[in-house]
Structure formats: C-alpha cells, structure tokens
C-alpha cells in the first residue's frame, strides 16, 4: 500500500530558530500533500494543502510566513517552522493520497519542541 | 463551530466484545466519510470509509454504518482485540472540496483483557 515518510519523528529546537520537517511519498507520486496540526486532545487540524509546483494554500489563521510550505516535486513537501515559538511546540503530521476514495495515507508524524 | 462531533472522548470495552464508537455530523452536504486509527506519537492510519450513497460498509471486523438523516455514522468492531486499543477519529469530506479533511475530536477506545 502507499507509504507516506515523515522525518524528523521528534525534534527540539530553540525558541527563534527555524525548523524543517520533511514528507515523501515513498511508492506513489502525490501531486497533494496536506500538512496538520494537533494539539493533545484535540482532533487533527487542516494547515495547509501542498499543492506540487505552485503555492501552498493556507488554511484560515494560519500564518503563511511562519509556516513554510514548499513541494518541489511529485514525492517531497517540505514544512518549516520559521522563528519557533514555545506556542509552536505540537504533533505536525503530513498527509497524501493517491486517488479520491482510496483514503489518505499519513506519515508517522513529527514532535516539535520548541524550548 | 464542530461539524464532525465525537461526544465520547473515551471507551472501555471487554476483550472480545464488541465496540461502538459513534460520530455525528452537522453537514448534510458531506458526500464521504472516514474512520482513522491512532497511537500515540504516531500519524493516523486508514480504518475504513463510507461513501454518502451507502448505508453500510464492512471489511473484515470492523463495519461502519451510516444514518444520513440522523448526519450519524458509527464504527462496530467485533471482536475486539488489544491491539484496537488506539485513539479512532472519525472524518468527513466536504462537499467540492474533496482535498479537505475534517475529523472529529476523537475517541480514545481502551480494550479491558
């Protein structure tokens, strides 16, 4: 079945530094990719949608220059966190799918901490 | 303004037993809906779904079952196994925008041995 790579799983950063967390698809190329947030016991929030050679879309109060979105090919999205805030420190998941009803494949997810 | 709602934020249930998690949905316009599984510090995992023109889907142990005039749909398991342990969101697509996900809160199912 389809694979979805995430990486960093876990990461610690300093408050101010910019941090980038990377989504492959591993055996499918995804023109989408979709990039989430959750808080703990809270559901999965939509970001952004990646979308491969053009502009991410945002999703509403989520702040493009803070959260950088680049898909630069059919396989990679790229999400970094510019200037990390202690308010930024969440459970980041990517997403991408291969067809419209197959389902959409998850990656493992990344932990940021920002200290 | 929550428009998938999953009013149990937990669930126990015996070990071979069967477990209901239920989901409700403000929406009528939603055309599909889905079941995700999720351990901790993992990304969610593709359960099962249910196109809006069904009422009914089943693969394997688990069914999920779909009442459009209710906007209620909820997830059977049976039997249940440790393993299903996991927190199951239930999500659904709205309509004309089939790249966005909108998942509920989530209900964290605990197998008893």
């Known amino acids: 079945g389809a694979v979805v790579s995430q990486h960093p799983s876990r990461v610690i950063c300093k408050s101010g530094t910019s941090v980038k967390i990377e989504c492959r698809s591993l055996d499918f190329q995804a023109t989408t990719m979709f990039w989430y947030r959750q808080f703990p016991k809270q559901s999965l929030m939509l970001m952004a949608t990646s979308n491969e050679g053009s502009k991410a879309t945002y999703e509403q109060g989520v702040e493009k220059d803070k959260f950088l979105i680049n898909h630069a090919s059919l396989t990679l999205s790229t999400l970094t966190v510019t200037s990390a805030h202690p308010e930024d420190s969440s459970f980041y998941i990517c997403?991408?799918?291969?067809?419209?009803?197959?389902?959409?494949?998850f990656g493992s997810g990344t932990r940021l901490t920002v200290v | 303004d929550q428009q998938v709602k999953q009013n149990s934020p937990s669930l126990s249930v015996q070990e071979g037993r069967i477990s209901i998690l239920n989901c409700d949905y403000t929406n009528s316009m939603f055309d599909y809906f889905l079941w995700y599984k999720k351990y901790p510090a993992e990304g969610p995992t593709f359960l099962i779904s249910i196109s809006s023109i069904k009422d009914k889907n089943e693969d394997g142990r688990f069914t999920v079952f779909l009442n459009k005039s209710a906007k209620h749909l909820s997830l059977h398991i049976v039997p249940s196994q440790p393993g299903d342990s996991a927190v199951y969101f239930c999500a659904a697509t709205p309509p004309n925008r089939d790249d966005k996900i909108i998942f509920g809160k989530g209900t964290r199912l605990h197998i008893l041995p």
């Open positions: 997403s991408a799918r291969e067809g419209r009803y197959y389902g959409y494949t």
